[in-house]
């Protein structure tokens, strides 16, 4: 494959120019002890930068609210040892021709009540239900409510004084802001509920506040899904038409780009509308909106990133057809996770016609940060 395969085509996202269209998927790694990434994370990412990556997207990096994190070895976003290692990931990867965007993250009633580096603290959700639905604590009030948004917003503000190119949102897997988009776990009666666009107003508030705080220039990026870690069959939009209505919701709050989660990328998100090979997620994104959109869910592999978690092993898999429909126009950039995760010349090595050289993914390569 040569250089001038549209994957590795320059791709502009309002004020910044991205080198090509590979993008690294946020991954959780969990080699940051205290919440502060060191050297390692910092060399971990360059690495990538230096390799043919456009765009990194950082492992989701928690807000300052207590319960956001459920883990003491994840990066946090607010403490000012972690920003500091956070400003040096930047200047590392800065080195490189890659750009570099920090996930923004909250785990929401992910979080196990007793664990990550607040184990007092009560964690955060939209209705005080868990998954199925059952009320374990207090709802939150809308002031509440109103200072998570904030929460997003001040970890924007610092990712803009750092030197970040980008923000990402996580609003995707079942996590806080997908819990608000979830009518299972989100029954409020406020303005925060209602039907999908209503539960769709807490990103989008979010999304307001950090326009204000990253100004004009910086692209902000929402991830989200239909899927959740909690029911892979969840489904937040049966049509395109709820879809679009969901969307739209982002559009207007001025989102500049839709990073679409799916476990394999290649599935046909409403198959009954345009057959089994019709527009993925990214792909609607992109026909409803007109944003910029980012496909993601095992390209290069065969299986899914559950079975990862697992401990299971996966087989390559030909990226022949993602580039087709990039070059096609059906989404924008395209998101790699494990096989980038394993192998940091990835890129370079499709960019060099080099696949021969690509190994099957081994789950064994979590346990490893290089």
Sequence with gaps: ??????????????GLTLPNRVVMAPMTRAFSPGGVPGENVADYY??????DVGL????????????????????????????????????????TPGKIAPQLWHVGMMRKPGTGPDPEAVSDSPSGRTHKG??????PTESEVADMVMAYANAAGEAKRLGFDAIEIHGAH??????FFWNVMNTRGDKYGGDLPQRATFAGEIIKECRKQVGDDMPIILRFSQWKQ????????????ELDAFLQVFADAGVDALHASQRRW??????????????????????????????VGSVGLS??????????????????????????GEFDLVAVGRALLQDPFWAQKIKDGRTEELADYDAAALATLY
């Design 1 to 14: 494959m040569s250089s001038s395969s549209p994957l590795f085509e320059p791709y502009k996202i309002r």
């Design 266 to 295: 290649w599935e046909a998100e409403f198959p009954e509308v345009d057959g089994n090979d019709g527009l993925n997620l990214a792909g609607w994104c992109k026909k409803l909106t007109g944003l910029t959109s980012i496909t």
């Design 303 to 328: 299986s899914d990133f559950i079975g990862a978690f697992a401990g299971e092993d996966s087989k390559t898999r030909p990226i022949s057809d993602v580039i087709e429909r990039l070059e096609k």
């Design 56 to 95: 990194i997207i950082t492992e989701g990096t928690t807000v300052d609210r207590g319960g956001a994190s459920n883990d003491p070895k994840v990066p946090n976003f607010h403490a000012p040892d972690a920003l500091a290692g956070w400003s040096n990931v930047v200047e590392a990867v800065h080195k």
């Design 230 to 241: 909690q029911e892979y069959t969840a489904r937040l939009a049966e049509t395109p038409q």
């Design 134 to 139: 059952k009320q374990v604590q207090p709802e």
């Design 46 to 51: 360059e690495r990538r930068g230096d390799a």
């Design 174 to 179: 079942g996590y806080l802001i997908d819990e």
